[in-house]
């Protein structure tokens, strides 16, 4: 009898341990939360939130530091939660964040005006950020007594994160002059050639794709031309050519038809081009194609086709495609606010391309299928 208490005692003390050390273990694995961080931080946990998110109300240095913080502690955000909460955010009316700049290379803030696919962009980008609670200025980097210094300091002084760099107006165009380094930025298309910032554009390669597989394979034209300014392509990275030529190698080497290309849009030359090649179907942007056919006495599309390469929606008259221009605004304006949420200035280590697909949209002026 004497033995059996202190087996008894031993017993229990055996019991005691693991529930100690199983408690300990639960502690271990628990998932360090916002509140963890929050004490570390000296500050609130709704705080940690907008800091982990970069909300332009919170400094860089208390983001950088409160970062700093969560990854020694090893906080991961819980995706399932992420989830919820951006759900509970789109069932919010939107609340103002903050202000992005649409800065153009040009005399006048409202480069948008001067070209009907900036204008579009521009539409595009302002009501998404309405929808994200942002607001759009334009600012003109060339305006009078406008300098890159001062431009910056107006950004910084307003609070401004993100900018969105509508097309320049030549390709091949620079904005070197001014710093970039402390806002998150996103250019449309390939205009721009220095500093080189993630770009949001058309898929150039897939629309030549998708007017081929209109034209010939399902319209039956069997000698397609293309018929651009040099000015154009390269605008696109010379794209529209590259594909064109990349498609053409499909087809009978009977039936190429060489790129037409002239910045001066004469009417003599592209005549003497139609009549020597003569393709069935004519791929451009140009609409004075059209009339000079028509007073060659050349039937569209009887005689032969044509199909735009950039046309608006609400174009019914005109076969061709539609580059989805507002949604490739929309789409760059998700990319900065994203940009700017994780807190990426400056200039990427490795430009990323978002690529828009065109549609088509039937017309009168190529056949039926």
Same mark, same amino acid.
């Given at each position: 009898? /004497? ?87 789109? /069932? @919010? ?18 480069? *948008? ?37 001062? /431009? ?30 402390? &806002? ?18 058309? *898929? ?7 007017? &081929? ?53 004469? @009417?003599?030359? &592209? ?15 140009? @609409? ?63 430009? /990323? ?17």
């Amino acid at each position: 009898m /004497m033995n059996k208490a202190p087996r008894a005692q031993t017993q229990q003390t055996g019991i005691e341990a693991k529930t100690v050390g199983t408690a300990e273990h639960r502690q271990a694995q628990r998932r360090p939360t916002q509140k963890d961080v929050a004490i570390q931080a000296g500050v609130t946990q709704a705080t940690v939130s907008m800091a982990l998110s970069r909300h332009p109300s919170i400094s860089d240095e208390t983001c950088d530091r409160i970062r700093t913080i969560a990854d020694s502690v090893g906080y991961r955000p819980d995706p399932y939660l992420t989830g919820l909460s951006a759900y509970r955010k789109q /069932m @919010k009316a939107p609340v103002f964040q903050a202000t992005i700049a649409w800065l153009s290379n040009w005399h006048e803030p409202t480069s *948008h005006n001067w070209s009907g696919v900036a204008g579009l962009y521009y539409e595009g980008a302002l009501k998404r950020a309405h929808e994200l609670g942002y607001e759009i200025e334009e600012h003109a980097l060339l305006s009078p007594d406008m300098t890159p210094k001062r /431009m910056e300091q107006i950004m910084l002084n307003r609070n401004i994160k993100g900018i969105l760099l509508p097309p320049q107006s030549k390709p091949g165009s620079t904005m070197d002059q001014f710093c970039f380094d402390k &806002f998150s930025t996103v250019t449309f298309g390939y205009t721009l050639a220095s500093p080189q910032f993630h770009i949001v554009s058309l *898929h150039h390669h897939r629309s030549v794709k998708l007017l &081929f597989h209109e034209l010939v394979e399902k319209r039956g034209y069997r000698r397609p031309g293309l018929c651009v300014s040099m000015q154009e392509d390269i605008r696109t990275d010379r794209i529209w050519s590259a594909a064109f030529w990349s498609e053409q190698r499909y087809l009978p080497s009977s039936h190429h038809v060489p790129i037409h290309m002239d910045d001066t849009w004469d @009417k003599d030359r &592209f005549m003497d081009w139609f009549s020597t090649h003569r393709p069935d179907v004519i791929i451009s942007s140009n @609409k004075k194609i059209h009339q000079w056919l028509n007073e060659a006495g050349i039937a569209v599309p009887e005689a032969v086709g044509i199909a735009m390469l950039t046309k608006r929606a609400d174009d019914t008259f005109y076969s061709g495609i539609w580059q989805n221009l507002r949604k490739t605004g929309t789409k760059a304006l998700d990319l900065l606010v994203d940009m700017i949420h994780r807190g990426e200035r400056g200039l990427p280590d490795v430009r /990323m391309n978002v690529l828009i697909d065109a549609s088509w949209v039937d017309g009168n002026t190529v056949r039926s299928v």
